[in-house]
C-alpha cells in the first residue's frame, strides 16, 4: 500500500529547480531549462560525470599519413608505458569492423589500408588521460605511402566518388542556354568548416553485470550510437544503453562522428570491466573527426535582359573526404538549395560527392545547403554587374513567384508571397536605397577603403531527406504528485529543444513550465529515435510529446467527466487547474488533486507519443518530388567597410528578418538567429581550413582556426522574427524550424564584400571571392581589380 | 608521467607545517595546500582532477577559447586583493601560491546569482553553457573593476575584457547585454567577499615557494643562487608561451624557476632618456606607461593575445622566446630598444637588434636571462606607427606586423626605422627599405624605391597564417599605407579605424 504526497507543497519541486524566468522578458520565453546550471558552472558536461576511482582514460593513436598501406604497428613500448592498461587495434574488435553509419567505409581502426591524416589506428587505456596520451607517442609506425588524392576537381574527373553523382533536371536546360540573351559562367571554391564544438569528442562508457555496456556520450544520435557500439560489441541492442544529458556544442559534428569514440571506450569497457572515460584533445578532435564539405561548383546560366533566369547547368562538387558518412545526402541538400530563392528556369543540377584522402566530411549546419546556395548567389551579383544593375534589383526579379514556383526538382514553392514580403520589409527597414547612395559616394571620394552593401534572401527545406528519418517518439509520465517527465529523441545541445518541448507539454497540459521536468535523452527511454538534425529537433520532437501529452489529456477528461461530472466537451486545462463552465458555473480542481483522483481511480498517467511528418516524398532516379514539408525563410542586409591596401575589413551593420512561423520560443529563436548567423560569418570570413601537400591539417587548434570573436560581432546588429505569418503547414504550432536556416543570411556578409570590392572598378566586373574571404583573398581580389583595364570584363562568354 | 596525489587539506594555513612544501593558497574563500604536484600541472588539472571542481571547463588547453577563466586575486595596493583573469589551462598551478582563486563555483550565494550570473540568465546569454563559465568568470573580473571605478561599458571595453572568451553558439549579441546589465541586478556578494580576513590571510601566505620542481623567488639574489643550484633549470614568467608546451607536447618539466615575482624584474624604472622595464613586467601593466608615452604602441597592445594573456604574459618572455611573429619586438626594435642581462659571468647590455640571431635561436649565454628592456624615450617630433595583420582582429598571430618610426625635417624623412615580423625568421629592420627612405621626400618616387628595397629585404615563407605572396604585397601595402599616413595633403582616412586598436 502507498501513501500519496500531501499536495499543499508545490509540485514544481524543490529550489534547485534548474528554470528561471526572468521578470523582464515575456512570458513566453522561458530562458534555457539549464540556464541557471550553465552560469553557476554546475551543468554537467561529459567530462564533468563522476566515474569509479578506477575508471581509464583513453587516448588513440592517429595516423600520420594520408594514404598508404601500414606495414608495421609495433605496440610493444605503448603496452609497457607506465600507467597502460589495454591497447587495441583492429583485430581486438569481436564484431564489426566498420561503423559507416548509412554505407560502409568507416573502419573503426585501421585494417591494412589507411586512409587519411588522423585516422585512428590504435586505442590505448591508462590510468591517467596523460599517460594514455604520452604512451600513445611511443607507437611505432610504418606506413608505406601512396600518391594521395587530395584535390575534389581532379576526384571528380577521373570518377572517385564515395556514391554516384545525381542529377537534377527541370525543362530543356541546353535550349534555354541557347536561346538565352545573356550567358554568364563562373566557377566558385566554399572552403569547409571546422564545427568547434566548445566541448569536444567525449564519452564514458560503464560496463554492466551482464554482456552489455552503458554509455554517456556527447552525440546528436544515441540510437545510432547504440546500434554502432551493439554490432562492434557482437551484442543485442538490448545490451547497450545510451545516454546524452546534454552537448557543449554540436553543429552536426556530433550527428556521426560521435559514435566511433563511443565504440571504443565501449569495447576498452568491456575488455577490462572497468570504467572507461575518453575525449579528444582539441588538436585530435581537429584532425579525426569530419568538417564540413568544401565545394568547387560551377554555373553556366542564361538570363534575359532584365537579368531574369531562363535556364542553365550547375554543378556542385563535394570533398567528402575518404568514406560515404553522410555525403550522399550532403551533396544531395547542395543541390536542392542550388536555387537558394529563386526560380533557375529549365536547369539542370549536378551534385559529384568527391572522394579524397580527408577525413571524411560530414554533417555541419545547412547540411550543404549553404554551399549550394553560393552558387547561386555568385549568379545573381554577377548578373548584376554585367547588365550594371543592382543586385538587389535583380535577385528580387528572380525570387520564386506565381507562375515560376516549380522548383527543379518538382516541389511547389507556397509562400512566394511570404518571401517578397521579407525582402521588400527588409528593404523598406533597412533603408536599403539611401544607404547605396550614401555608399556610392563614399567610394567615390575614397581611394583605400570601400564599402559595400548586400541583401541576400535565405529559402530553406525543413525534413530530412531520408524519408524514414521524419519520425520522432516521446514518453510523458505524471506522478502522483503532479510533476510531470517528459523523454523524448531528440538532444540537447544548446539550441534550447528541451526547454521548447517542456513547452509544449506545459502547454497542453495548462501548466506552469515548472511543472515538466526534461532529463536526458536515453535509449531505453525512447527508442530507435532519429539524430538530432536537420533543424527538425523541436518539429518532430515536440509534436511526438504533444502526442503523449494529449492522449493523457484525453483520458484525464474522460476521467474527469465521469468522476465530477462534468460536461465531456466543457472541460479544459488552464493555470494548473482542471476547468469548466465560464463565469459563474466554473468549476475548478487543482491539478496534482486531479492526478491522485486520477492514480486512485486507476488511470494510466503515461503515454508513449509518436509523430510521422506527412506529404513528403521524393524518388532519385528521377530527382522529382516533395523533399520538404516547408520552407523557412529569412533575408539579411549586411554592410561591411574595406581596408583594400591590407584585405582587412569590418562587418558594421546587419539587419536581419527571419520567418520562424509563430515562434515556439522568442528568445531562442532569436538565439538561433544571430549565433547561426555568427557562425555562417565565421565559414565565409574568418574560419580557414589549411592543409600542407601531403594532406596534414594545419590550422589543428583555435591558434591558427580562427571562429568569430566578440569584436567580429556587427556593432549595429538588428535581428526581428518575422510576425503574423504562422507557417502554412500543419506544423507544431505553426511554427517553424530554426536551427540551420539562418546560417546562410551569412552569404550577404560575403556578397557585400564582393560589393565592396566592385566598386574598385566602378561596379562593372564581378570579382571573384572564394571562401573564407580571409584578409589575404579579399587584398588579391583587391590587387586584381586594380590591374583590370577600364573596359574589360573578364571570364565573360562573349555572345 | 602521473601526476601524484594531491595533499589537499582545507585548513587555516599556520598550521602544522608538513615536510614537503606546499603551495598554500586560497579557492573560493577556503584556505587550500596542495603538495606533491608535477611542475607541469595547470591550474585547470588542479581543479578538475586533484580538487574535483568542474565547473572550470577545458576547451583547448591552449589558452585561445578561454573556456577555462578563472580570475586570481592578487595582493595588491591597500593590501586589498585586486582579481584578474587567466586562461586556467596553460597557468602553472604553482603560481597560485599566495594568492586567491575565484572559480565559477565561488560566486552565487547559495540560490541567490552573482550579478554576473543573473544577467547572463536574464539575457539568455548562454546556449550550449560550455563557454559560459569562461564568460562568467571574465565579466567578474570586470564587474570587480567596476565596483572600485566604474568605466563606460562600450564595444572596446567589452571586447578587451570578452576578446579571449569564444562562444560558438550565441554569437556574443547577448553576452554583450549581459555585461551592460549586470549593474542592474541586486548586489549579491560572493559568500567569501564577507570575510574581513581573507585579504590579509591570502598576504600572509607569502609569495615565495620552493617546491620540487618549481621555485618562485621574489629577489634577484635568490634568483641568482637558483641558477647556480639548478643551471639547468627552465625559466618561467606568464607561461603563456613554455605552458604549450606542457599541455601540446606533454613536456614533463624537471625544474622551473619562476622569475614573475622577482622585484627586481617587475620594476619600471624611468631615467631621463627612457624607462627601464623589467623583464617580468606584464602587458598589462606596460599599458598605462605606453598610453602615455606611444600610443601607437598602447592600442597593438590591445590586440596583443587577449586580456587572460596580456594579464599574465610578459615583456620579457615575449622577446626571450624570439619567435619570428611575437608581437613587440618590432617595435622595439624600430624604437632602438636595448636589453640588459644577467647571468653567470655578470651583467651586460645589447642592443635588441642583436639579440635575435635565427630562428628561435637568441644571443643569451647558458644560464643568462633577460634583466630589463630599456625604452628610449620617444623625440617630440618623433612619428610611430605600428601595424598588425592578422586573419581575425582580436586575440590573432600577426601574419605580418609592421613597425614605423621617423621624424620630418624640412619635408624630409629622418630616422627612419622600419621593422617587421612574420617576414623572415626573426623580427628584424628592413635596412634596405629604410636607407630608401631616410632623408628623401615622402614622395611617390621615393616610396617606389623602398618597395622595390622591401622586396630585397625580406624573402619571407608559406604558412598557416599567410603565403609568402600575401606578406609580400601586404607589407609593400603597409609602405603606401605609411605614405598617405604622411601625405598631409590627403583627407582620406586609409586604415580602418578599428583595426588601429
Ligand atoms: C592565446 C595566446 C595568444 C597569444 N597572442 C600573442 C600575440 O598576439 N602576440 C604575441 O607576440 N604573442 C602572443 N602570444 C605569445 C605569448 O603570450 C607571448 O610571447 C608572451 O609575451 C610570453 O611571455 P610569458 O611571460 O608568458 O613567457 P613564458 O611562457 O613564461 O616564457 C617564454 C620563454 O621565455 C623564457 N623567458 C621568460 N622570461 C625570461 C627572462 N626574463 N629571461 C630569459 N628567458 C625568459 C622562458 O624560459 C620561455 O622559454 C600568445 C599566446 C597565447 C597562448
Ligand atoms: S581551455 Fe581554452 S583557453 Fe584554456
Ligand atoms: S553557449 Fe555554446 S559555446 Fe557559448
Known amino acids: ?799 | 608521467m602521473v601526476i601524484s596525489a594531491c595533499a589537499v587539506r582545507a585548513s587555516d594555513h599556520n598550521d602544522n607545517p608538513m615536510d614537503t612544501p606546499m603551495i598554500e593558497f586560497y579557492l573560493n574563500g577556503e584556505a587550500q595546500r596542495c603538495a606533491s604536484l608535477a611542475p607541469e600541472t595547470s591550474i585547470l588539472e588542479l581543479l578538475r582532477n586533484e580538487l574535483q571542481r568542474t565547473g572550470t571547463k577545458e576547451g583547448c588547453a591552449s589558452g585561445d577559447c578561454g573556456a577555462c577563466t578563472v580570475a586570481i586575486g592578487e595582493p595588491g595596493r591597500g593590501g586589498r586583493l585586486d582579481y584578474h583573469s587567466t586562461n586556467a589551462c596553460i597557468t602553472p598551478a604553482h603560481q597560485l601560491q599566495g594568492r586567491h582563486l575565484v572559480t565559477v563555483e565561488g560566486l552565487a550565494r547559495g540560490d541567490a546569482l552573482h550579478p554576473v550570473q543573473a544577467a547572463m540568465v536574464e539575457c539568455h546569454a548562454s546556449q550550449c553553457g560550455f563557454c559560459t563559465p569562461g564568460i562568467v568568470m571574465s565579466l567578474f573580473t570586470l564587474h570587480e573593476r567596476q565596483r572600485q571605478s566604474p568605466v563606460a561599458l562600450d564595444d572596446a571595453c567589452l571586447e578587451a575584457t570578452l576578446g579571449g572568451n569564444l562562444c560558438r553558439c550565441t554569437g556574443y549579441r547577448p553576452i554583450q547585454k549581459a555585461a551592460r546589465h549586470m549593474a542592474d541586478q541586486p548586489d549579491v556578494r560572493p559568500p567569501w567577499a564577507e570575510d574581513p580576513r581573507l585579504d590579509d590571510n591570502v598576504a600572509a601566505l607569502g609569495d615565495t615557494l620552493e617546491a620540487t620542481g618549481y621555485a618562485i623567488p621574489n629577489t634577484l639574489e635568490t634568483l641568482h643562487a637558483l641558477r647556480r643550484q639548478y643551471p639547468t633549470a627552465r625559466l618561467v614568467a606568464g607561461a603563456t608561451d613554455l605552458w604549450l608546451e606542457a599541455t601540446q607536447r606533454l613536456e614533463a618539466f624537471e625544474t622551473l624557476i619562476d622569475v614573475s615575482r622577482v622585484t627586481e624584474l617587475q620594476a619600471i624604472d624611468e631615467t631621463p632618456d627612457g624607462w627601464w622595464i623589467g623583464a617580468s613586467v606584464t602587458y598589462a601593466r606596460l599599458e598605462p606607461l605606453l598610453d602615455a608615452h606611444y600610443p601607437a604602441f598602447a592600442r597593438l597592445l590591445r590586440r596583443l593575445g587577449s586580456a587572460q594573456i596580456r594579464n599574465r604574459g610578459t615583456l620579457g618572455g615575449n622577446i626571450a622566446n624570439a619567435s619570428p611573429i611575437g608581437d613587440t619586438p618590432p617595435i622595439l626594435l624600430a624604437l632602438d630598444a636595448h636589453l640588459a642581462l644577467e647571468g653567470p659571468n655578470g651583467a651586460r647590455t645589447l642592443p635588441l637588434d642583436a639579440f635575435f640571431l635565427d630562428y628561435k635561436r637568441t644571443a643569451l649565454e647558458p644560464g643568462e636571462f633577460i634583466r630589463a628592456i630599456f625604452l628610449p624615450r620617444p623625440e617630440h617630433d618623433q612619428h610611430l606607427e605600428v601595424w598588425k595583420l592578422s586573419k581575425r582582429r582580436e586575440d590573432d598571430i600577426s601574419a605580418v606586423l609592421g613597425a614605423f618610426a621617423w621624424r620630418e625635417e624640412n619635408g624630409c624623412l629622418h630616422d627612419v626605422h622600419l621593422a617587421f615580423g612574420g617576414m623572415d625568421a626573426t623580427p628584424r629592420r628592413a635596412q634596405a627599405t629604410e636607407a630608401a627612405l631616410e632623408g628623401h621626400p615622402p614622395d611617390m618616387a621615393t616610396f617606389d624605391a623602398a618597395r622595390q628595397a622591401l622586396a630585397r629585404d625580406f624573402q619571407p615563407l608559406d604558412d598557416v597564417r599567410g603565403s609568402a605572396a600575401y606578406r609580400r604585397l601586404a607589407a609593400a601595402n603597409l609602405l603606401e599605407r605609411l605614405r598617405l599616413t604622411i601625405d598631409h595633403d590627403a583627407t582620406q582616412e586609409v586604415c580602418l579605424d578599428a583595426y588601429a586598436h
Open chain 1, 1 to 799: 500500500m502507498r501513501t500519496l504526497t500531501d499536495l499543499s507543497r508545490p509540485p514544481a519541486g524543490p529550489e534547485t529547480t534548474d528554470r528561471h524566468t526572468a521578470p523582464a522578458e515575456p512570458r513566453q520565453a522561458p530562458t534555457h531549462d539549464s540556464a541557471t546550471l550553465h552560469v553557476t558552472g554546475r551543468a554537467r558536461y561529459l567530462d564533468d560525470q563522476p566515474a569509479p576511482v578506477d575508471a581509464l582514460h583513453v587516448a588513440v593513436g592517429l595516423s600520420p599519413t594520408a594514404r598508404g598501406r601500414l606495414t608495421q604497428l609495433n605496440l610493444d613500448a605503448v603496452r609497457r608505458a607506465p600507467g597502460v592498461v589495454d591497447v587495441i587495434t583492429v583485430v581486438d574488435i569481436p564484431g564489426k569492423t566498420d561503423v559507416g553509419p548509412v554505407f560502409p567505409g568507416d573502419p573503426l581502426l585501421a585494417d591494412a589500408e589507411v586512409r587519411y591524416v588522423g585516422q585512428p589506428l590504435f586505442a590505448v587505456a591508462a590510468t591517467d588521460f596523460k599517460a594514455a596520451r604520452r604512451a600513445v607517442a611511443l607507437a611505432e609506425v610504418e606506413i608505406d605511402a601512396q600518391p594521395a588524392q587530395l584535390d575534389a576537381v581532379a576526384a571528380a574527373e577521373a570518377e572517385e566518388w564515395v556514391r554516384p553523382p545525381h542529377v537534377q533536371q527541370s525543362g530543356n536546360w541546353q535550349q534555354a542556354l541557347a536561346g538565352a540573351a545573356h550567358v554568364l559562367e563562373a566557377e566558385q571554391f566554399v572552403g569547409g568548416q571546422e564545427h568547434f564544438y566548445l566541448e569536444g569528442q567525449a564519452c564514458l562508457a560503464l560496463p554492466n553485470e551482464d554482456d552489455g555496456v552503458i554509455v554517456h556520450t556527447s552525440s546528436q544520435h544515441p540510437s545510432e550510437v547504440q546500434k554502432l557500439i551493439a554490432e562492434v560489441l557482437g551484442v543485442a541492442f538490448h545490451a547497450v544503453t545510451v545516454e546524452v544529458r546534454r552537448m557543449g556544442g554540436g553543429f552536426g559534428g556530433k550527428e556521426t562522428q560521435a559514435a566511433p569514440w563511443a565504440c571504443l571506450a565501449a569495447l576498452l569497457a568491456r575488455r577490462t570491466g572497468r570504467a572507461v572515460r575518453m575525449r579528444l584533445p582539441r588538436g585530435d578532435d581537429m584532425r579525426a573527426t569530419g568538417k564540413r564539405h568544401p565545394f568547387h561548383n560551377r554555373y553556366r546560366l542564361g538570363f534575359d535582359a532584365q537579368g531574369v533566369l531562363t535556364g542553365g547547368d550547375i554543378t556542385v562538387i563535394g570533398d567528402c573526404g575518404h568514406s560515404p558518412d553522410l555525403s550522399e545526402a550532403i551533396v544531395d541538400r547542395a543541390m536542392f538549395h542550388a536555387d537558394n530563392a529563386y526560380s533557375l528556369g529549365d536547369a539542370r543540377v549536378t551534385g559529384i560527392p568527391a572522394r579524397t584522402h580527408n577525413p571524411s566530411n560530414t554533417a555541419f549546419r545547412g547540411f550543404g545547403g549553404p554551399q549550394g546556395m553560393m552558387i547561386v548567389e555568385r549568379a545573381m551579383d554577377d548578373i548584376a554587374r554585367h547588365l550594371g544593375e543592382d543586385p538587389l534589383t535583380i535577385r528580387k526579379r528572380n525570387l520564386y513567384r506565381p507562375g515560376r514556383d516549380v522548383t527543379h526538382y518538382g516541389q511547389h514553392v507556397e509562400q512566394t508571397a511570404l518571401l517578397h514580403e521579407i525582402v521588400s520589409r527588409l528593404e523598406t527597414d533597412s533603408d536599403y536605397w539611401a544607404r547605396r547612395d550614401a555608399i556610392r559616394t563614399y567610394n567615390a571620394s575614397s581611394p583605400v577603403l570601400k564599402k559595400g552593401l548586400a541583401l541576400t534572401p535565405v529559402k530553406f527545406g525543413i525534413s530530412f531527406t531520408a524519408k524514414h528519418l521524419n519520425q520522432a517518439g516521446a514518453l510523458l509520465h505524471i506522478y502522483t504528485d503532479g510533476s510531470v517527465m517528459i523523454n523524448h529523441g531528440g538532444t540537447e545541445m544548446g539550441q534550447g529543444l528541451h526547454t521548447k518541448v517542456g513547452q509544449v507539454v506545459a502547454r497542453e497540459l495548462g501548466l506552469d513550465n515548472s511543472a515538466v521536468r526534461i532529463s536526458a535523452t536515453r535509449t531505453d527511454k525512447v527508442p530507435n529515435t532519429s539524430p538530432t538534425a536537420a533543424s527538425s529537433g523541436a518539429d518532430l520532437n515536440g509534436m511526438a510529446a504533444r502526442n503523449a501529452a494529449m492522449q493523457v489529456r484525453e483520458r484525464l477528461f474522460d476521467f474527469a467527466a465521469e468522476h465530477y461530472q462534468f460536461d465531456r466537451e466543457a472541460i479544459r486545462l488552464e493555470n494548473g487547474d482542471l476547468v469548466v463552465g465560464h463565469g459563474e458555473n466554473e468549476h475548478r480542481i487543482a491539478w496534482g488533486e486531479l492526478i491522485q483522483a486520477a492514480y486512485l481511480g486507476r488511470v494510466s498517467l503515461s503515454a508513449t507519443g509518436f509523430y510521422a511528418t506527412p506529404l513528403i516524398h521524393y524518388d532519385r532516379t528521377t530527382g522529382q518530388g516533395r523533399p520538404f514539408y516547408y520552407y523557412a525563410h529569412g533575408a539579411a542586409v549586411s554592410e561591411v567597410i574595406v581596408d583594400t591596401l591590407s584585405g582587412e575589413y569590418r562587418v558594421t551593420r546587419v539587419d536581419i528578418l527571419h520567418d520562424v512561423g509563430d515562434s515556439l520560443n522568442p528568445a531562442i529563436d532569436t538565439g538561433q538567429v544571430e549565433g547561426g548567423f555568427i557562425q555562417g560569418m565565421g565559414w565565409l570570413t574568418s574560419e580557414e581550413l589549411k592543409w600542407d601537400a601531403t594532406g596534414r591539417l594545419l590550422s589543428d587548434g583555435p591558434a591558427t582556426y580562427k571562429i568569430p570573436t566578440i569584436g567580429d560581432t556587427p556593432p549595429d546588429f538588428c535581428v526581428s522574427l518575422l510576425e503574423g505569418h504562422p507557417n502554412s503547414q500543419a506544423s507544431l504550432y505553426r511554427s517553424k524550424a530554426v536551427g540551420e536556416p539562418p546560417f546562410m543570411l551569412a552569404i550577404s556578409v560575403w556578397s557585400a564584400l564582393r560589393d565592396a570590392l566592385s566598386s574598385l572598378a566602378d561596379y562593372r566586373v564581378r570579382p571573384a571571392l572564394d571562401t573564407p574571404a580571409t584578409p589575404e583573398r579579399v587584398l588579391f581580389a583587391a590587387q586584381d581589380l586594380r590591374r583590370v583595364p577600364e573596359t574589360k570584363t573578364p571570364a565573360e562568354t562573349p555572345r
